[in-house]
């Protein structure tokens, strides 16, 4: 009886074992398929939101200048950096942020949060967790792309490279034709009569400035209008938007 009573305990063991390998087996399993090795769906869904949110303040969002690879029929994404894999880049924000500050800076977002949309509490750690779900979702499979930007604004507004900047420009002959399709293509988001973006003005009807105010503008910004780059917008670019800008005046 007792040898019945151990073969049956010891067979008892063995079962309970074997599930005990099946139940991990299958929670490693399961973790695959709901993604818990990976940004969860309602972490994900949630970065998405952030980045389609309308700012009270300004009116922009993340997606009026970024691509996430849906929303390009917007020219004026072509313009900034796309957001895929944003957070996994070696730096990013003309340099601001490098390594691991990368993620945890949201790819650079948070400055954009500030500095453009106004919000008047900085973005935090759930949203930026959100976020960089975002850029991982919209750039799985994909090599993580490094972009390499110049500008006069960051660090630090570079007062004296401006006024040189203004100096060229001015020497250069504007197409008003290349401008026209450049302002549709990018300053017409903003500028432009049907525009969401609050206090802006329209360059087409009420500008009421001269071409060093527009290389200001461009190259070191304002209030929640961006800079552009030398690799993004040229100095011959601004001397051709400043034609068709001033020629409509």
């Given at each position: 009886m007792k040898k019945i009573l151990i073969i049956v305990f010891l067979f008892g063991l063995i079962?309970?074992?074997?599930?005990?390998k099946s139940d991990k087996s299958s929670q490693n399993i399961k973790k695959e398929i709901t993604g818990q090795n990976t940004p969860s769906v309602e972490l994900t869904a949630k970065g998405k939101e952030i980045f389609y949110k309308e700012s009270d303040?300004?009116?922009?969002?993340?997606?009026?200048?970024?691509?996430?690879?849906t929303n390009t029929s917007n020219s004026h994404t072509k313009y900034a950096a796309d957001i895929f894999n944003a957070n996994k880049r070696q730096s990013t924000y003309f340099g601001m942020f490098k390594g691991d500050d990368v993620s945890k800076n949201a790819g650079g977002a948070v400055l954009c949060w500030k500095s453009f949309f106004k919000m008047d509490t900085p973005l935090n750690e759930e949203q930026i967790k959100s976020l960089n779900a975002y850029f991982e979702f919209v750039g799985k499979d994909m090599e993580v792309k490094e972009f390499k930007f110049s500008?006069?604004?960051l660090p630090k507004k570079d007062?004296?490279?401006?006024?040189?900047?203004?100096?060229?420009?001015?020497?250069?002959?504007?197409?008003k034709i290349k401008g026209e399709?450049?302002?549709?293509e990018t300053c017409k988001y903003c500028h432009g009569e049907k525009t969401n973006v609050k206090d802006v003005t329209s360059l087409s009807d009420d500008f009421d400035g001269d071409l060093n105010s527009i290389v200001f503008q461009i190259r070191i910004g304002s209030k929640h209008m961006p800079f552009y780059p030398y690799e993004i917008i040229s100095d011959q670019d601004i001397a051709d938007l400043s034609a068709f800008i001033i020629g409509k005046k």
């Amino acid at each position: 009886m007792k040898k019945i009573l151990i073969i049956v305990f010891l067979f008892g063991l063995i079962a309970v074992s074997g599930c005990s390998k099946s139940d991990k087996s299958s929670q490693n399993i399961k973790k695959e398929i709901t993604g818990q090795n990976t940004p969860s769906v309602e972490l994900t869904a949630k970065g998405k939101e952030i980045f389609y949110k309308e700012s009270d303040k300004t009116g922009l969002k993340c997606a009026d200048c970024h691509s996430d690879g849906t929303n390009t029929s917007n020219s004026h994404t072509k313009y900034a950096a796309d957001i895929f894999n944003a957070n996994k880049r070696q730096s990013t924000y003309f340099g601001m942020f490098k390594g691991d500050d990368v993620s945890k800076n949201a790819g650079g977002a948070v400055l954009c949060w500030k500095s453009f949309f106004k919000m008047d509490t900085p973005l935090n750690e759930e949203q930026i967790k959100s976020l960089n779900a975002y850029f991982e979702f919209v750039g799985k499979d994909m090599e993580v792309k490094e972009f390499k930007f110049s500008t006069i604004a960051l660090p630090k507004k570079d007062k004296a490279k401006l006024k040189e900047d203004q100096k060229k420009i001015a020497s250069l002959k504007g197409d008003k034709i290349k401008g026209e399709k450049l302002f549709n293509e990018t300053c017409k988001y903003c500028h432009g009569e049907k525009t969401n973006v609050k206090d802006v003005t329209s360059l087409s009807d009420d500008f009421d400035g001269d071409l060093n105010s527009i290389v200001f503008q461009i190259r070191i910004g304002s209030k929640h209008m961006p800079f552009y780059p030398y690799e993004i917008i040229s100095d011959q670019d601004i001397a051709d938007l400043s034609a068709f800008i001033i020629g409509k005046k």
